[in-house]
């Protein structure tokens, strides 16, 4: 949570913001719902990189991997890491430009739902305090009680859904969030302290909705903001030709299929394949989510691409999209990688 002391003010676009003691750059201009592009909000993407124009910033934990001694040396920071020392004025790099936002918020819920749903897999429902206003796709950041410790899920709600919040969570063994909290000492009617909404991983405004094919490959859980993608674009869109991936090890780490086909079966426009790695089923597509788009799709010009889950899956995805002629701006990622799993680098959009 933000202090109260004021370490100095930040600008950019001509937009000022007030950044408190030991808030980063990237958390003052969200709270005050002015954007700037972020993803994993750790240090690790890169997506928040920034020019120093004027001003001097702390630049506290960002990875040299990140963050290199001569992009520091050359005015570069990382948003989500660096402090001010002082006032200064940044800049996005390239054409990017600020649009509109949800303003950065700290949430209070309590713990409504908890339902095991396959294997390793846990829904996690969250009742709000107060409605959340979101956009789908988006993801809240979760405060584990008694560590310290920051873990991010991605919401499987769509915007009309801000009361009560779906999180999907996949056990990873010893992991401080998952094994050990929410797939341990957890209940129903704990109380959650989290923050959000968090992530430019999300649909358009419903007024550059142009209503156009999509393809979403899901690795796991990451499953989690394409459900509420795929909700928002079809109700937008009712005919809209969709194509739904969802990339698994077997037949037990399936989950929600019967809402899927049901989504199938009153927009003829969507379609839902399960894949199975591992362990092959006669019922099921054998192999991996990226060649069976690959097999499936001959073109996608025009098409939007819609890629969540572990780093190996989004990148496969990304040539897949590119080798089907999808433009690159229109080809959407977010990588999850489990926290407890790097060392010392935290991860993009966390599972554990």
């Known amino acids: 949570m933000p202090s109260t002391s004021t370490a100095g003010s930040v600008s950019v676009g001509g937009k000022r913001v007030e950044c408190d003691e030991d808030q980063s750059i990237l958390e003052a201009f969200l709270r005050a719902g002015v954007w700037m592009p972020n993803s994993c909000n750790q240090g690790t993407c890169g997506t928040c990189k920034l020019a120093v ?3 001097e910033v702390d630049h506290r934990d960002s990875p040299l991997e990140t963050l290199s001694e001569d992009e520091r040396a050359a005015g570069l920071a990382l948003a989500c890491q660096a402090r001010p020392c002082g006032d200064a004025e940044v800049a996005l790099r390239g054409d ?12 209070s819920a309590t713990v409504v739902g908890i339902e095991d749903i396959a294997r390793d897999t ?60 929410l797939f341990g000492s957890v209940a129903v009617g704990d109380r959650v302290e989290a923050v959000g909404p968090l992530g430019d991983f999300h649909v358009v405004d419903e007024s550059d909705d142009g209503g156009e094919p999509m393809a979403l490959i899901g690795g796991g859980t990451g499953l989690a903001p394409l459900l509420a993608i795929v909700r928002t674009a079809l109700a937008r869109h009712p005919d809209r030709q969709i194509l739904l991936y969802h990339g698994v090890r077997g037949q037990a780490d399936l989950y929600d299929v019967d809402q899927l086909d049901a989504l ?48 190996a899956m989004v990148e496969a995805g990304v040539k897949a999209f590119k080798r089907r002629r999808m433009a690159p701006r229109l080809i959407h990622r977010e990588k999850f990688t489990p926290a407890d799993a790097l060392t010392p680098a935290p991860p993009t959009n966390e599972e554990a």
């Open 96 to 107: 990017k430009a600020n649009r509109a936002t949800h303003p950065l918020k700290d949430l």
């Open 53 to 55: 124009l004027s001003g």
């Open 122 to 181: 846990r829904r996690i429902l969250l009742g709000l305090d107060e409605p959340l206003a979101f956009s789908a796709g988006q993801y809240v950041e979760l405060v584990v009680p008694g560590s310290g410790e920051r873990r991010q899920y991605s919401m499987a709600n769509t915007a009309s859904e801000d009361k009560v919040l779906e999180l999907h969570v996949r056990r990873v063994p010893d992991g401080v969030a998952s094994d050990k909290w």
């Open 264 to 311: 199938a079966a009153k927009h003829p426009g969507f379609t839902f394949v399960p894949v199975l790695s591992d362990e092959p089923d006669p019922e099921r597509r054998s192999g991996f989510p990226t060649d069976a788009f690959v097999e499936d799709v001959s073109a996608a010009k025009g098409w939007s691409g819609w890629l969540c889950g572990p780093p």
